[in-house]
């Protein structure tokens, strides 16, 4: 069972234009969602976290949205740049319970970004 | 400083051979994480070691897998009689607290 549905599979943004990302998961008990960037050959990265006490976390050009009632979480990458293109990972742990830490991935989005 | 560092980095064995795997996580991290990544999936967990406590071990796929993590430290991921199946890039991440999750570059693991 997937506990964290992600999509789209593949997305192809201009450059300059803004990149979205959606996540969904079922547990309640997940209280840390990071998002982690994977470029080919190489592990994946962490790129931005969010915790469901906030709605919404930016960093930079990348900002995570938080809809806690609904059980969603976004990416959105901002002024996207060819050197986003990469595969994006959303994740959901819990920092208590049985499953302490263990991330649950996404399956991934492959984004490219067209110059 | 250093990041987590995994070897080898490419692996190619036979069908029915033992494999290691090895992770040097980042000095001072307490948290040890096994990941598998397969082809167009996301990352699985594996297995998951946090200090002296014993290792959660939930998500092994069979009794063929198994991983040690000696004094605290580096962490050796064992394949007994490989299946062309366990074919994957296997990741290891490490973690000064928990949640926050450093990952290698993996290794790329291809039984033939």
């Known amino acids: 069972q997937q506990q964290v549905k992600q999509s789209p599979q593949s997305l192809i943004v201009q450059k300059g234009g803004i990149s979205i990302i959606n996540c969904a998961y079922e547990?309640?008990?997940?209280?840390?969602f990071p998002w982690y960037q994977q470029f080919p050959g190489k592990g994946p990265a962490l790129l931005i976290a969010?915790?469901?006490?906030?709605s919404e976390k930016k960093e930079g050009r990348f900002t995570i949205s938080f809809n806690k009632s609904a059980k969603q979480f976004s990416l959105h990458i901002m002024d996207s740049q060819p050197g986003d293109s990469a595969t994006y990972f959303c994740?959901?742990?819990?920092?208590?319970?049985?499953?302490?830490?263990?991330?649950?991935f996404g399956r991934g989005t492959q984004l490219t970004v067209w110059p | 400083g250093a990041g987590v560092s995994q070897s080898p980095s490419n692996k190619v064995t036979e069908k029915g051979k033992d494999v290691e795997l090895r992770c040097d996580p980042i000095s001072g991290h307490t948290a040890l994480y096994w990941y598998r990544q397969s082809l167009g999936q996301g990352l699985e967990f594996l297995i998951y070691f946090q200090g002296n406590s014993a290792p959660d071990k939930s998500g092994l796929p069979s009794d063929r897998f198994s991983a040690e993590r000696t004094g605290g430290s580096v962490s050796t991921l064992t394949i007994q009689r490989t299946q062309q199946e366990d074919s994957a890039v296997y990741l290891c991440?490490?973690?000064?607290?928990?949640?926050?999750?450093?990952f290698g570059p993996g290794t790329r693991l291809t039984v033939l």
């Open positions: 991440a490490s973690s000064p607290q928990v949640n926050e999750q450093f």
């Open positions: 969010i915790r469901p006490d906030v």
């Open positions: 994740a959901a742990s819990q920092r208590r319970g049985s499953t302490l830490g263990r991330l649950y």
């Open positions: 547990n309640t008990a997940f209280d840390y």
